[in-house]
């Protein structure tokens, strides 16, 4: 019977003692527009986020670079120029750690994720869930906007935002990254 129990006990300790996988894909990933005076503004579905909090921001250039910034303050009104915000959403100006001044592209942010990111061939890989599959953030353009996605693997997408340009692009996007999921 002791031989039985102890791996049970085992068990069940390591269970009672691991942590839960508390990142939320709705309320930790936004969207990141660089302003012309080198600050930038987060567009995120959380209205929690406290001054000073770390957001880290995936750039979405050729090649992905990784940002780090600090909640600066909590807006009361849009700083996004896109016009089809949600409801939901609540916004923020960021300070960023370093001040460039070079245009950077609309871009995806994760707040509250401490965890390292990981770049191979020009991306940029994070293990969000600390279930050891890397999640991967991409941008690709439908006719007027872009569609921004985050992927668990190579065939499940966690998270997506339509971000509305208001001018004419070349479609880069196919199927699976543009559909409305």
């Keep these: 019977m002791r031989r039985f129990l102890c791996p049970i006990f085992v068990a069940i300790l390591v269970c009672w003692t691991a942590p839960p996988n508390t990142f939320d894909y709705l309320s930790q990933i936004g969207i990141v527009e660089f ?18 909090e770390a957001v880290r921001i995936i750039v979405l250039d050729k090649l992905q670079v990784l940002e780090a910034a600090e909640v600066e303050k909590k807006l009361a009104k849009s700083c996004s120029r896109n016009p ?5 959403d609540t916004f923020y100006a960021l300070r960023l750690k ?23 061939n020009g991306f940029a890989y994070a ?4 279930t050891g599959s890397a999640h991967s953030f991409h941008s690709c353009t439908s006719a007027e906007g872009l569609h921004l996605t985050v992927w668990d693997g190579a065939s499940s997408r966690k998270w997506h935002r339509y971000y509305y340009l208001g001018y004419d692009v070349e479609p880069t996007c196919t199927e699976k990254y543009s559909d409305e999921r």
């Design 98 to 120: 370093r001040n460039g001044s070079d245009p950077k592209p609309v871009s995806i942010a994760v707040a509250g994720f401490t965890r390292e990111f990981n770049f191979k």
């Design 84 to 88: 089809e915000v949600s409801t939901a």
């Design 127 to 130: 293990d969000l869930t600390a």
């Design 35 to 52: 302003l012309p005076d080198a600050s930038a503004c987060l567009t995120i579905p959380n209205p929690s986020l406290k001054v000073g």
